[in-house]
């Protein structure tokens, strides 16, 4: 299924390639600049902590550069805890400016990409040294490095389910091993990029028999997510209820703004629930809410070619314009993963558990797992 303030960390690095072929001119340096829009952030899921760092790298040549591979390390060690490289590398970047770019590791003079990283953090790690790896036409490589970058310590949102029961599929989720779809949005606010959508997910449900519907897909009320009712993750004030734009037919979809709600969580914490259903908000505007309180129904509503519920926090009173921020829910049971969203949406195939469940506590679901809540 389609579903679809803080300095920025700059580094400036004249890099110098020895030139291999005779036809090159020599180079004195070549400027690339390694730019963080915004800090690492701290985000759990699969059991462990990550370091979730948007790095931009930007080719200042009039040159092309080929970005051969990302690397991170504690700082004055030689190894590596993680390196982005090959078909893993080009997984998780995303050029400027190309209409599908997803792993266009050549940069053009004046290209710049952003990788993806997710860093395994250990307890102790408060900074890392990310280092990037160029080659030059002449095939040259040189590596330039923001060093000692400083990883906040601010622990992730924590919030309650937004829906409940289950099964539940965290489809587009957070992926430390892939970039999700999400990231592909940009935002300007203010001259500044933001991706509110860093840590989004489309939820949909299983029925009992283990499919997303229960005919052919052609009709909302065939859903067995259509009308489920989306939960208040914790106590707050609703700062944006929209609630008039009409629900699509399936698989038809109106590009656009959908029916949603802002929800005011704690200080720059904001949770939007978007793709809600006509007419169906319990709350307006400037009420306050409790956890685990009924908002309204999910719908398909907006830019979704099916029922489900797009959930994601950020840091300002809005639905898009703000930078995304990673939340943990208290508790809720992994049920297992389910990979080809497709062959259940389209194909009507059922998913059945494979393994044994596993309770989770102050965890971000991630991309494909099925929970109950």
Same mark, same amino acid.
């Given at each position: ?30 400027? =690339? ?10 985000? =759990?899921?699969? *059991? ?9 790298? $930007? ?10 591979? =990302?690397?991170?390390?504690? %700082? ?13 590398? &080009?997984?998780?970047?995303? @050029? ?16 710049? !990409? ?18 990037? !790896?160029? @080659? ?23 919030? $309650? ?7 539940? !599929? ?16 940009? =935002? ?22 283990? &499919? ?23 106590? /707050? ?54 956890? *685990? ?8 509503? $907006? ?13 300002? %009173? ?21 990979? /080809? ?7 009507? @195939? ?14 971000? %679901? ?8």
């Amino acid at each position: 299924m389609r579903f679809l303030s803080l300095r920025p960390v700059s580094l400036l690095a004249m890099i110098a390639f020895s030139a291999r072929a005779a036809a090159a001119q020599p180079q004195a340096g070549i400027p =690339v600049e390694l730019r963080l829009p915004q800090p690492p952030v701290i985000a =759990v899921v699969r *059991g462990a902590w990550y370091a979730v760092i948007d790095l931009h790298v $930007g080719n200042l040549l009039d040159q092309p550069l080929r970005l051969t591979s =990302v690397r991170a390390a504690v %700082p004055g060690s030689t190894v590596a805890i993680r390196e982005y490289s090959g078909a893993e590398l &080009r997984a998780n970047l995303k @050029a400027f400016g190309a209409a599908d770019s997803a792993g266009a590791t050549l940069l053009p003079p004046g290209g710049r !990409v952003i990788v993806y990283l997710w860093i395994p953090m250990r307890a102790a790690t408060s900074s890392l040294d990310v280092s990037v !790896v160029l @080659a030059a036409a002449s095939g040259a490589e040189r590596t330039v490095a923001l060093e000692s970058l400083p990883i906040p310590p601010t622990p992730p949102v924590e919030i $309650g389910p937004p829906l409940r029961g289950g099964d539940w !599929v965290a489809a587009n989720g957070p992926d430390p091993d892939s970039m999700p779809g999400h990231n592909r949005l940009l =935002v300007n606010v203010a001259g500044r990029i933001v991706t509110p959508q860093r840590f989004a997910t489309d939820w949909v449900r299983l029925g009992d028999d283990g &499919r997303l519907w229960r005919g052919a897909p052609t009709r909302n009320e065939n859903s067995a997510t259509w009308r489920a009712e989306v939960l208040a993750v914790a106590d /707050g004030k609703i700062v944006e209820a929209v609630d008039t734009l009409p629900d699509n037919t399936p698989p038809e979809i109106v590009r656009g703004e959908a029916n949603r709600l802002v929800l005011r969580v704690g200080e720059r914490q904001y949770a939007t629930y978007a793709h809600l259903r006509r007419g169906s908000l319990r709350v307006r505007a400037g009420d306050r809410v409790q956890r *685990g309180q009924v908002l309204a129904d999910i719908g398909n509503s $907006g830019n979704s070619t099916g029922p489900h519920l797009h959930f994601h926090l950020l840091d300002a %009173p809005s639905a898009i314009a703000g930078e995304g921020i990673p939340f943990v829910i208290y508790r809720y049971t992994l049920l297992g993963v389910l990979t /080809g969203l497709d062959e259940y949406d389209e194909r009507g @195939a059922a998913w059945r558990p494979s393994g044994p469940t596993r309770v989770r506590t102050l965890e971000m %679901p991630a991309g494909g797992e099925v929970v109950r809540f």
